[in-house]
């Protein structure tokens, strides 16, 4: 079972955390019951258990972990998350929301329906373990080599993606929604502070592009798309910048945090 981590924890303590490994637990009855009765075909988490089992054991990360510490979250678990949120091209926040919410993710995942997840930024800690102790490749092999156990996948067939670019792939996504949730707040200030200002000069296209949390619409799926929505953001908080410092800003500005 999952637990809420704070995000305030200090970080040598998060590093700290030791292993408690478990063995993999069958998926509750009524988190089954209810995910039948809703998804009679199946969806993707429960095709992914069905078809797999428990892909990931806490053993698989076991040297990633000191002995003594407070008890860390399931690690087999966090990494099915990792590929998941991959496949769906979720940010950390999306995806511990999705753990929360989402019946399909609380069958792959063997949770309660209860079950109330963890902060997202136990996702961030996680691979940053891998990426310390060089196991970043491990969650792909062990992907890999249970595709492969239950025939689907060739021995010898070539692999198309790896760990790397899984991880890399959803750290791109978790800097673009800070990056926008960054210049979002920014403008939420300029709003409280100084509306008329602000209205004075704000082009008419921010108002769509900021007018809601970031992490509640599909970030950009291609690299091109990122790309041109990273160039977009970083070019509006250049234009913030620039009009905060102007001789003709309310000097109240200066004093936000947020900006």
């Known amino acids: 079972m999952m637990e809420v981590t704070s ?4 970080v040598h ?20 019951q209810v995910a039948r009765a809703a998804f ?9 258990r069905d078809a797999l089992g428990p892909v990931f054991r806490d053993d698989d990360f076991a040297d990633l972990f000191p002995r003594r510490g407070r008890p860390a979250l399931s690690p087999g678990q966090l990494a099915l998350v990792c590929v998941l949120q991959f496949v769906e091209r979720l940010s950390d926040r999306q995806a511990a929301t999705a753990v929360r919410e989402r019946i399909g ?8 329906l209860t079950d109330p997840g963890f ?11 891998l990426i310390a102790g060089k196991a970043e490749r491990r969650v792909f092999d062990r992907l890999l080599k249970v595709c492969q156990d239950h025939k689907l996948l060739g021995s010898r067939g070539a692999a198309r993606t790896d760990s790397t670019y899984v991880l890399g792939s ?10 926008g949730e960054t210049v979002r707040a920014a403008l939420n200030a300029l709003a409280i502070a100084a509306p008329r200002w602000l209205g004075g000069w704000m082009p008419p296209g921010w108002a769509d592009r900021y007018g809601h949390r970031v992490e509640n619409y599909q970030l950009p799926q291609t690299e091109a798309e990122r790309l041109a929505f990273a160039t977009a953001v970083g070019s509006d908080g250049a234009v913030i910048l620039t009009r905060v410092d102007a001789d003709d800003a309310p000097a109240v500005l200066e004093q936000l945090e947020a900006v």
Request: with cysteine; net charge negative; proline share 6%.
């Open 7 to 10: 995000r305030g924890d200090d």
């Open 13 to 32: 303590e998060v590093m700290a955390m030791s292993l408690r490994a478990h063995e993999p637990l069958p998926v509750p009855d009524l988190t089954a």
């Open 40 to 48: 009679p075909d199946g969806c993707l988490g429960m095709r992914l």
């Open 105 to 112: 993710w609380k069958y792959a995942l063997s949770l309660e």
């Open 119 to 129: 902060d997202f930024s136990v996702l961030c800690e996680f691979r940053a373990r």
């Open 170 to 179: 959803v750290c791109v996504l978790n800097r673009l929604e800070l990056v």
